[in-house]
């Protein structure tokens, strides 16, 4: 019954739900009938923290019995997919229909990358001329993106559980988005910078007109481990995220210039205790460049997003994935087709801003336009 687990689900529900997952509960359990207007500002106006909120509402409609909470459970799929399949939640008997969604906007998370339209892409080219990455035509670009995700390490104790289903997320947005992707698995510090370095002179980047690096792994505040990492030898097997920049810059990859190039870092960054899920940490023991028309910076046009800020943990739950991946790909897939690079990875912040354990973080943007992916076109 429904009723019933929601109950099993109680505690957990009441640990990870989001304030603004509770408030489009709110609104969907009112438009269902399952909830009144009083009840609605009772839940939002007599609990000041997020959790005592979650509390009550889950509280309140569990009393209702199971036609009312297999609504809730209808609701919370459509509204956080990820929390309702980490809930356990079984789908109800009678799942309530899907709400009607303005336009422009969507709330609920897509499993799939959604696509932009021919006429907004040319409308947006045209309004924000000069202040936009031009995109190549699709049949005239070869767009590459480098994947490496660490799994398995010398140190069994260090195996990222759940990790291979980040990989497949990953690879299946980045190829939806229409990268080519250049993928490795479980490589060392070594083996690490030498798939970027060779990734950075691939002939292709000429005909591209953007790319991505993705990194996965254990890690500490600036550097990646490699899976030869070992916690009692910490200075060893070390990669170090400046050596992306570095590859990848102006001076040493001349076919990306002017060309954004987004780096996303799933690790963490530090020691700091967090709660329940796996965690990706390891025990802590203790100039201007001239081409010959004109000058550059030798690093421009980057955005890179970390899952986690300096000297804290980034959470893995061993089936699912990292908490940061799951967020980053259902946010693309639902956002890409309308916003611009910047405003999706605050959009992936936005939904760390009740997390107790961790909140991504920006670093060292120099994008100077705005990059919009247009997804399928």
Sequence with gaps: ????????????????????????????????????????????????????????????????????????????????????????????????????????????????????????????????????????????????????????????????????????????????????????????????DEAVKKFSQREEHLQSDSAFVVIMSHGKRDVICGVHYNPDEPEKDLFSIDNIFKHLNNQNCPALRDKPKVIVIQACRGDESGSMWACDSVPNPSGLEDDGMRKLPKERDFICLMSCTPDTKSYRHPEMGTLFIQKLVGTINTHAHKDHIVELFRKVMKQFEDSKWQMPSGDRWTLINNFYLFPGQ
Excluded: W
Excluded at 34 to 59: M, P, Q, S
């Design 1 to 192: 019954m429904a009723d019933k687990q929601l109950f099993r689900a109680r505690k957990e529900f009441v640990m990870r739900v989001s304030k603004n997952v509770i408030v489009q509960l709110l609104d969907d359990l009112l438009e269902d009938g399952v909830i009144n207007d009083g009840e609605k500002e009772t839940v939002i106006e007599e609990n000041r923290c997020t959790a005592d909120k979650a509390r009550h509402l889950i509280d309140k409609v569990q009393k209702k019995g199971p036609k009312a909470s297999g609504k809730l459970i209808s609701r919370l799929r459509e509204r956080d997919p990820s929390l309702y399949e980490l809930l356990n939640l079984a789908p109800p008997e009678s799942p309530a229909p899907a709400a009607k969604l303005p336009q422009q906007e969507t709330t609920a998370v897509s499993p799939v990358l959604l696509p932009c339209t021919k006429e907004f892409k040319r409308a947006l080219l045209e309004k924000e001329a000069g202040s936009i990455y031009v995109p190549k035509l699709k049949d005239q670009r070869r767009r590459l993106a480098l994947l490496i995700n660490n799994v398995q390490f010398d140190r069994s104790s260090l195996l990222r559980c759940g990790a291979e289903r980040d990989m497949q997320n990953m690879e299946k947005l980045l190829n939806d988005l229409d990268y080519t992707v250049d993928k490795h698995s479980n490589l060392s510090a070594q083996a690490i």
